[in-house]
């Protein structure tokens, strides 16, 4: 069964950076596609990013995060990252780690989030 952690959050102020870590573990050679969801209190989940898990890498971005955030992956150590730059206290939510295996049609692998809170 595949499984997906995330971790890396906390509080910072805004302008700040961090780094949340996204790490796969057991069949995690039938990854697709890696993303990154978040939710902030009252709001539904939103997309934030993605990437593809091995070959070529195809990264794509929610507007509201494009140019702040980056994400990037290591296959050897089953990680997905997403580098958060110039962070502002519209980015604070909860956020997720999902991923996508192959031959599904959506992300179906879901981690327990990890908070990020961006203070003024």
């Known amino acids: 069964q595949l499984q997906v952690v995330e971790s890396g959050g906390g509080l910072v102020q805004a302008g700040d950076s961090l780094r949340l870590s996204c790490t796969a573990s057991g069949r995690s050679y039938r990854i697709y596609a890696v993303a990154w969801f978040r939710q902030a209190p009252g709001k539904e989940r939103e997309f934030v990013g993605s990437t593809t898990w091995s070959g070529r890498v195809r990264t794509n971005y929610a507007d509201s995060v494009t140019g702040r955030f980056t994400i990037s992956r290591s296959e050897a150590q089953k990680t997905v990252y997403l580098q958060m730059n110039s962070l502002k206290p519209e980015d604070t939510a909860v956020y997720y780690c999902?991923?996508?295996?192959?031959?599904?049609?959506?992300?179906?692998?879901w981690g327990q989030g990890t908070q990020v809170t961006v203070s003024s």
């Open positions: 999902a991923a996508q295996q192959l031959g599904a049609d959506s992300y179906d692998a």
